[in-house]
């Protein structure tokens, strides 16, 4: 199976250092930014590197460090904005694929929402 990765979209700029972002956290293989249009007063999104497109396209093509530290960075995000069950009041994680995802960024990112409920998780459609 080939992913089509498209190197000019917005995350891959910011990647490049083209396009500004608000950075929460930087490893070797991620960074953690804010989203420009925030849906919960703490909405964080954190993209590994590397070229890919969605989760699957990274959890079959990723290698393990890539994959290890995207885990680790995503935890260690939930500490740093304070919204770990653990001392605060819970988020919720997403990642859109594709086209029934809704996915507008063809970069993997997961959403990591919290400060206010985050409500049901999908509406029954
Ligand atoms: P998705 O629908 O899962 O692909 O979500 C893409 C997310 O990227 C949206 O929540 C956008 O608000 C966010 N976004 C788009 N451009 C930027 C940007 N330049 N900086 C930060 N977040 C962005």
Known sequence: MAYDYDDQNIFAK????????????????????RDIQPARPEHVLVIPKGPYVN??????????????????????????????PDTGDGYRMISNAGEHGVQEVPHLHVHILGGASAGRMVERG
């Open 14 to 33: 910011i990647l490049r250092g083209e396009v500004p972002n608000t950075t929460v956290m930087e490893t070797d293989h991620c960074l953690a930014f």
């Open 55 to 84: 989760y699957d396209h990274f959890a079959r093509e990723a290698s393990d460090a890539e994959i290890v530290d995207f885990t680790r960075t995503i935890g260690k995000v939930c500490d740093a904005i304070g919204v770990s």
